[in-house]
């Protein structure tokens, strides 16, 4: 992949990951990036590449609206997303739709608003942040890890639908980064831009999954083996047993 070539957009660009893929694809030589956020104002971009979009995945005109007025990218980047730290027995129900509505629904409502700009461009690419939260679940991430199990499958989904029009589609997985969304976490973290870094190498290698970091690469490994090991070894690494 020739990034001189790419136009990028991003999907909660002001902080983050996000906002380090905005910075990733600028070093690379994209021609431009569209990075989105429901508050655009939030965004500090000083490079006259990056083209402020707003963007709320769970607001379908705003979704139509971006895909209309971005109508030239190559790569698109779902990388928006929130954590209630709802339970799925005892919490809020509200923050528990709000939690699939966003991972779930809304990030399908962009492939589905992009895939054809994307295939009028030759094909392109799509890049969803997952997490290894999509394959096991924690106290208190019932919610998050739920909606990201459905964003997980629904991206192997949709690169069978997408790869007929000739569009890549990878899956993003990690553990803990060091961002806002991750700030009560007192556990190890890595850095952000490690995240873009991975993702993009990979798409120059076609890859259509990326395991980030090693904790990702242990949960991996162990969904073949008895799950009740699994969830042994995760209560004494999180000190919940």
Known sequence: MDFSNQVALVTG???????????????????????????????????????????????SESVAAAAT????????????????????????LTEIRREMDTHYWGTLHVIRAFAPVLAAHGGGSIVNILSALSWFATTGSGAYSAAKAAEWNMTNGVRLELAPQGTLVQGVLLGAADTDIAAAYDGPKIDPRTVPRAALDGL????????????TAMVKSSLAGDPSTFYAKMAELLGTN
Not at 33 to 38: F, N, P
Not at 79 to 89: D, K, P, W
Not at 204 to 215: H, R, T
């Open 13 to 59: 660009a002001n902080r983050g990951i996000g906002r380090q893929f905005v910075l990733e694809l600028l070093d690379r030589g994209v021609q431009k990036v569209y990075a989105s956020a429901r508050r655009p104002e939030t965004l500090d971009f000083e490079d006259n590449r990056v083209v402020p979009v707003a963007l709320n995945l769970l607001d």
């Open 69 to 92: 007025f971005a109508s030239d990218i190559t790569l698109l980047v779902n990388n928006a997303g929130i954590s209630t730290g709802a339970t799925l027995v005892t919490g809020e």
């Open 204 to 215: 120059i290698n076609g890859s259509i999954e990326i395991i980030v970091d090693e904790w």
